[in-house]
């Protein structure tokens, strides 16, 4: 049996289902009868406890997979009904947000009530349909839904970002005290509170959230914050999490369907249906939505890059575009024929969407400014601005955005010369925080390396 996540589409128990796309089919492809408890020992069927089960935990997540895992995503569903969950597990699975962290926890929180009572399950065959082997795959699946479970659940990933590789062993020891005790006690403690005071000075955070059930999360998202705010950000998450957990009791919507083979069912083998076996394909898809995953991050990198940054210009963007399209419809057409019939063999789309991102990087130019010292204060223009300043004591370009590959350059003055109070100085920092008491003016990117073709000194 497996626990998938409820949806909407699941009308009924008994309902058919295709576990390869997550597809459903006939309410009725097996009648589901309660029994009395003294029949029990007569039924093909467990009789289930009416306990509540409670699970509270915080965890960091090193690999995307592990993500998907917590919500039993499995890799074909999740590709064959891409674009179609709305903002419910966009924002929360979104990899590019992911990768881009020094680490990611997650809050998950479970709340589940095993259903009472034992039923009989026995499979209904409908003769127009099952010996058509076409219309029985489209109307049965290769499986049925035995039962739901109701509660409700939490998730919550904190994205962490390093303001620089020298401090990131210390942000990651911080955040590991940071988000101990979580599901043991309600109490911030004192490690944890230092923990989230070095988040707050080394780092920045972000939190992406999503709530199954009845009960929503009563906080939005939070967006890039560094700073003091980001220790209150942070008991505020947990204050709700604690919230939602004790709560439990209330939380009585559909939340998992549990899925069992038709073998299961009376009846089932007396006919000549044979479900698709999708064992080996469901298998090979978790890899293939990984790749799949990254072609659909390049292509909104393409997307939301202007066309003028792109060397060739609207002609190399649309190239781009077509490949990019290509590849990702070479995935929808194995899942679609792979649904069809998994027997076939059909060789996985193999397309390396890691190389084609570094094509695209490479035909992108990234947007530059020129950085100018005049004897005290820092000043940028833009990159059309190409005059000289005759009063310039040198001068430098800086990418305006991140590039793969470049550090930050921040740039300020003192706050004791910036109001005039006293003398002062303005001071460039690469790739860690001005000093306190700077008034940052402005950040750029820059390579701290020679690049070949790029570069010059």
């Not at 899925?259 to 479900?275: N, S």
């Not at 990418?399 to 109001?419: F, H, K, M």
Request: net charge negative.
């Amino acid at each position: 049996m497996e626990l998938w996540p409820y949806r909407p589409a699941m009308e009924s128990r008994g309902q058919g289902i295709d576990r390869f796309t997550g597809a459903v089919g006939l309410t009725d492809a097996v009648i589901v009868v309660p029994i009395d408890s003294h029949d029990a020992d007569r039924a093909d069927a467990e009789h289930d406890s009416p306990s509540t089960m409670r699970e509270y935990e915080a965890l960091e997540i090193k690999e995307y997979k592990k993500l998907l895992d917590t919500l039993s995503v499995s890799g074909s569903v999740s590709i064959a009904g891409y674009g179609q969950q709305g903002d419910l597990m966009a924002s929360y699975l979104n990899k590019e947000s992911f990768e881009q962290a020094s680490f990611t926890y997650l809050i998950r929180i479970n709340v589940k009530h095993q259903p009472m009572g034992s039923s009989s399950y026995v499979f209904n065959p409908r003769p127009s349909i099952v010996h058509n082997r076409t219309a029985a795959t489209k109307s049965y699946g290769d499986a049925y839904i035995k039962k739901f479970i109701t509660g409700g659940a939490f998730y919550a990933r904190v994205s962490i970002i390093s303001r620089s590789q020298a401090v990131e062993t210390e942000v990651g020891l911080a955040a590991k005290a940071a988000f101990s005790g979580w599901g043991v006690t309600g109490e911030i403690s004192a490690e944890m509170q230092r923990g989230m005071s070095t988040l707050a000075k080394h780092s920045s955070i972000e939190i992406s959230k999503m709530s199954l059930g009845q009960r929503k999360h009563r906080n939005p998202n939070v967006p890039r914050t560094t700073g003091d705010a980001i220790p209150s950000i942070i008991a505020r998450l947990k204050s709700e999490a604690d919230e939602f957990y004790e709560d439990a009791v209330n939380h009585n919507s559909y939340l998992y369907a549990l899925i069992d083979d038709y073998y299961t069912a009376d009846g089932f083998e007396d006919y000549g249906y044979e479900p698709n076996d999708y064992d080996e394909a469901r298998r090979l898809s978790r890899d293939l939505l990984d790749r799949y995953l990254e072609f659909r991050s390049v292509e909104d990198l393409i997307m939301r890059t202007p066309t003028t940054q792109f060397r060739g210009h609207k002609s190399t963007r649309r190239k781009l575009q077509n490949r990019c399209w290509a590849s990702i419809n070479r995935v929808h057409a194995w899942i679609k024929a792979t649904d069809r019939d998994p027997s076939q063999g059909l060789e996985i789309p193999d397309d390396d969407p890691w190389e084609f991102r570094k094509e695209v990087m490479a035909k992108i130019v990234a947007p530059r400014m020129k950085l100018y010292n005049n004897g005290g204060r820092y000043y940028v223009w833009d990159q059309l601005t190409w005059q000289r300043k005759p009063h310039a004591l040198w001068e430098i370009e800086v990418y305006a955005t991140p590039v793969q590959g470049t550090v930050r350059l921040s740039c300020g003055e003192s706050e004791e010369w910036a109001i005039n109070k006293a003398k002062g100085n303005a001071l460039c920092s690469l790739a860690e925080p001005l000093p306190p008491g700077y008034i940052t003016w402005f950040e750029a990117w820059v390579y701290n390396a020679e690049v070949g073709n790029v570069t010059e000194v």
